[in-house]
């Protein structure tokens, strides 16, 4: 596609229950990476891909929060067992190359709101 | 020390004038810099990226770079309205890239 997508674009639901954010990168973009930004904070680092593989996953804020990127394309995070301090609009990015290769420019996707009641 | 810092604002300049952002970092051997622009409500959009010291011209926007004194920066020339938002500065380390809060910049007309 033209850009990185993301889906859904809002996503409301109920403490305790598990959502799944998906995230359509760039094609050719091997890099992808998970952002937090919480209303007027700016962008927590969640994890990043290279290919399928997480080299750091240390930005997942806890054991609730999951990953996985398949066939070095699609991504989803899972939130197990929500609660209302993970609200925030969960951004998606992808780069052409790995960070610090040079031309590692990311570009974002609309991001997914996500509010927990 | 943060990361990356930036001076939150808000940042006012009168339309016309040249606006100054400024970023600092504290990991020496980062080799990549970005500014992104977001506007309220929507994804940050790059702006400038800029790899060796110096200045890099793109328009209005010309960014810089001072490896040695740890500092990149963002002028803005010609400063309209439509440059009213929150300016993110992104430096690369070890295998992320890693975001200052922003400043908030207001364009007065």
Known sequence: ???????PSNKVTEKG??????????????????????????????????????????GLPSDRFSAERTGGSVSTLTIQRTQQEDSAVYLCASSLVPPGSGEDTQYFGPGTRLTVL | QKEVEQNSGPLSVPEG???????????????????YRQYSGKSPELIMSIYSNGDKEDGRFT??????????????????????????CAVDRDDKIIFGKGTRLHILP
């Open chain 1, 1 to 7: 596609g033209a850009g990185v997508s993301q889906s």
């Open chain 1, 17 to 58: 229950k598990d959502v799944e954010l998906r995230c359509d990168p760039i094609s050719g973009h091997t890099a992808l990476y998970w952002y937090r930004q919480s209303l007027g904070q700016g962008l927590e680092f969640l994890i990043y891909f290279q290919g399928n593989s997480a080299p750091d996953k240390s």
């Open chain 2, 17 to 35: 004038a040249i606006a100054s952002l400024n970023c600092t970092y504290s990991d020496r051997v980062s080799q990549s810099f970005f500014w």
């Open chain 2, 63 to 88: 960014a810089q770079l001072n490896k040695a004194s740890q500092y990149v920066s963002l002028l803005i020339r010609d400063s309209q309205p439509s440059d009213s938002a929150t300016y993110l």
